[in-house]
């Protein structure tokens, strides 16, 4: 167990439709990232939010949006799901601004 | 932008050969480097990470990596592979943005496969 809580761990969904991916960083990290796996696109950077302020952003669709909690649970939002939308997506927290990646086991999206 | 490479898709090695993969980077100033490896179905643990000093890192599992700045690599090693050691690896390149931000960006990742 790395600490990174991601839930749920597999999600089936149609194409059209809007589903949450929920991160709970590790105790005491503040800044979270979220990376989208694929197999034609491999690891890409989503964004990051630090402390609840969105600080970067990556490949990230207009479709997709996140926001940080201020409990620091994170949530990813993926609307309007098409086929290549399929992927996993994982989160990672830091403590800080720093490279100290502790990554969640990833959520498996399947749009059918 | 920075950007890196792991040129070799996948590799088979037999249990308690040496093993070495290749990363390449692409970076103008002095790299933040990673190897992570991930099992099937699971996460990214990291192996090892080089910022500066030393250019041999010792990391994780007994696996070790060379920073080399004239070859613009950072190939990670191991002297003697276990079955357990099968798994996807992947190497990354920080990116800081005056320090405000810590994204990496990931190589496609090389597939080991451990032969009995």
């Known amino acids: 167990d790395s600490g990174v809580t991601q839930t749920p761990k597999h999600l089936i969904t149609a194409t059209g439709q809007r589903v949450t991916l929920r991160c709970s960083p590790r105790?005491?990290?503040?800044?979270v990232y979220w990376y989208q796996q694929s197999l034609d696109q491999g690891l890409q950077f989503l964004i990051q939010?630090?402390?609840?302020?969105?600080?970067a952003k990556g490949n990230i669709l207009e479709r997709f949006s996140a926001q940080q909690f201020p409990d620091l649970h994170s949530e990813l939002n993926l609307s309007s799901l098409e086929l290549g939308d399929s992927a996993l997506y994982f989160c990672?927290?830091?403590?800080?601004?720093?490279?100290?990646?502790?990554f969640g086991s990833g959520t498996r999206l399947t749009v059918v | 932008a920075q950007s890196v490479t792991q040129p070799d898709i996948h590799i088979t090695v037999s249990e308690g050969a040496s093993l070495e993969l290749r990363c390449n980077y692409s970076?103008?100033?002095?790299?933040?480097l990673f190897w992570y490896v991930q099992s099937p179905g699971q996460g990214l643990q990291l192996l090892l990470k080089?910022?500066?000093?030393?250019?041999l890192v010792q990391g994780i599992k007994g696996f070790e990596a060379e920073f080399k700045r004239s070859q613009s690599s950072f190939n990670l090693r191991k002297p003697s592979v276990h079955w357990s050691d099968a798994a996807e690896y992947f190497c990354?390149?920080?990116?800081?943005?005056?320090?405000?931000?810590?994204?990496?960006?990931f190589g496609t990742g090389t597939l080991l496969a451990v032969q009995p």
């Open positions: 939010y630090y402390n609840g302020e969105e600080r």
């Open positions: 990672a927290s830091t403590p800080g601004e720093n490279y100290g990646y502790t």
């Open positions: 105790s005491g990290d503040l800044s």
């Open positions: 970076y103008g100033a002095t790299p933040y």
């Open positions: 990354a390149v920080g990116e800081s943005h005056g320090g405000a931000t810590n994204k990496l960006i």
């Open positions: 080089y910022f500066s000093g030393d250019t």
